[in-house]
């Protein structure tokens, strides 16, 4: 759907729950890099390694990205050191699951993993 589609935008597919119960491990998460993200907006952003996936709050010049589950603690850093990946502005969940990769023509199962 050209709806969905923006300058940079890719979709991102959520590999674990800690922002249950609006994303899920294995929803598509469309990322657009390009926009600001609000107050209490859907952000994905990099912490050591891996991709999170927060709600934003700015206050005295500090970011605190809150997981929607209590028992996950809160990533906090300065402003200046705030780099989201993007605003998440579409959640995707798939039915039955993610499909299995698709093999390249000429490629065996065996290179397949």
């Not at 390249?104 to 065996?110: L, Q």
Request: hydrophobic fraction near 40%; aromatic fraction near 6%.
């Amino acid at each position: 759907d050209r709806r969905l589609w923006a300058p940079g935008c890719y979709f991102l597919v959520a590999d674990d729950d800690e922002a249950y119960p609006r994303v899920e491990k294995g929803d598509l998460l469309l990322v657009l890099p390009a926009v600001l993200p609000a107050e209490g907006a859907l952000v994905a952003l990099r912490d050591g390694g891996r991709v999170r996936i927060r709600l934003l709050h700015r206050r005295d010049g500090e970011v605190r990205l809150d997981s929607p589950r209590s028992d996950v603690p809160p990533l906090r850093l300065p402003e200046g050191r705030f780099a989201p990946l993007g605003a998440i502005t579409w959640i995707l969940r798939p039915l039955a699951g993610m499909p299995a990769a698709r093999r390249r023509e000429g490629e065996s199962e065996a290179h397949t993993a």
